[in-house]
């Protein structure tokens, strides 16, 4: 783990310590306010994942929402990203 207080966390694991193949957790708390997960050996292929979110005070009541545990409250949800591998069995453009 790799931390600096109130701005940055970052955690390595190892893949083969359970079925969810997480590598990489980044969590940025300053002006980014964003987290990152990267995956290994996964059967879906899914290997990156983000979340971009911002910390304002009001929130519309139609927006998507994170509890955001850092910050104890909710927080809107700006971009999300999941990237998958390509998988050799099947054709590219599927």
């Known amino acids: 783990m790799i ?4 701005r940055y966390r970052k955690l390595y694991f190892y893949h083969h310590r359970q079925k969810d193949g997480l590598i990489l957790r980044e969590e940025f708390f300053d002006q980014k306010n964003k987290i990152i997960e990267e995956y290994k050996n996964r059967p879906d292929k899914l290997i990156y994942r983000s979340v971009t979110f911002s910390s304002g005070s009001e929130i519309p009541p139609s927006a998507i929402k994170l509890h955001e545990n850092n910050y104890g409250k ?6 999300m990203t999941q990237k998958f591998e ?6 590219a453009a599927n």
């Open 3 to 6: 931390r600096v207080d109130g």
């Open 74 to 79: 909710n927080v809107l949800i700006n971009k």
């Open 86 to 91: 390509l998988d050799p069995e099947l054709p």
